[in-house]
């Protein structure tokens, strides 16, 4: 199958779902066309709630593209590619809908920072979250301020720094990440459902206000994301990640 990313407006709920076969990983293409369709959930009078999901069954989101990574050759083009991800999470944190996010397999990296700038969280017992940015020698720093919001410093640093372990959706849970953990994508799906459709019955002027006092103290982030690409940008093209990359070849 192809890459894609779409949305699809339900009952008032727009789902914008992803997809790519290399485990969901994450391309310039699809993380500019998340901004669009996010922006344009956002700005929709039929939409009052935003469901965030993946394709497939197995990982909702490997995180970046490899294959761009190897690809980049100067810092310019680093900048732009992890500014990829840094645009992704001030387009869901500038959303005025809430954001539900179904996080049904894996989140790796990327993945998992897509889980934390979204409002709300659901996934299944097979929802595992790694931060292995490290052990290819460049670190989470686009999406180190989302998900230390979400699950504090500690519980950020010690991802960080175990970055070759797969911790459990229980620990996630415990930590702030997921709201519930389900059995299966089948109960995540009703569960999703029945929050998406009672959200879309409250107040929506509420709603968006509630959305604000969430997201208080981040202004800066537009600024302060595109200073953490280009530290990325620029460790890319070290010797060390440059002779880790090899193996993805």
């Known amino acids: 199958m192809q890459p894609y990313v779409t949305l699809q407006i339900k009952n008032?709920?727009?789902y914008i779902e992803f997809f790519h076969p290399d485990h969901n990983a994450m391309p310039s293409a699809n993380l500019k066309k998340l901004v669009q369709f996010i922006r344009e959930a956002g700005s929709n009078k039929m939409v009052k709630v935003v469901v965030?999901?993946?394709g497939g069954d197995r990982t909702f989101c490997a995180?970046?593209?490899f294959k761009e990574l190897i690809a980049i050759d100067n810092e310019v083009k680093g900048t732009q590619f992890f500014s990829g991800f840094a645009q992704v999470i001030n387009a869901m944190r500038e959303c005025p809908k809430l954001i539900i996010a179904r996080v049904q397999g894996k989140a790796v990296g990327g993945g998992v920072g897509l889980a934390a700038a979204a409002d709300y969280c659901l996934a299944t017992q097979y929802a595992a979250i790694k931060l292995s940015e490290l052990s290819i020698g460049i670190g989470p720093f686009v999406i180190e301020p989302v998900v230390s919001r979400r699950i504090g410093k500690t519980a950020m640093s010690?991802?960080?720094?175990d970055a070759e372990t797969f911790y459990t959706p229980e620990w996630a849970k415990e930590k702030g990440l997921y709201a519930e953990v389900f059995d299966s994508a089948e109960v995540?799906?009703?569960?999703?459902?029945?929050?998406?459709e009672k959200l879309c019955g409250y107040n929506s002027e509420a709603l968006e206000q509630m959305k604000q006092v969430f997201w208080e103290g981040t202004d800066h982030w537009n600024e302060?994301?595109?200073?953490?690409?280009?530290?990325?940008g620029k460790l890319v093209l070290?010797?060390?990640?440059?002779?880790?990359?090899k193996r993805f070849k």
Do not use: C, Y
């Open 238 to 245: 070290s010797a060390f990640t440059k002779e880790k990359l």
């Open 63 to 65: 995180g970046a593209s």
């Open 12 to 14: 008032k709920v727009g």
């Open 52 to 54: 965030l999901k993946s």
């Open 158 to 161: 010690r991802l960080t720094l």
């Open 188 to 196: 995540l799906d009703e569960a999703i459902h029945e929050m998406a």
């Open 224 to 232: 302060l994301l595109l200073e953490r690409s280009k530290i990325s």
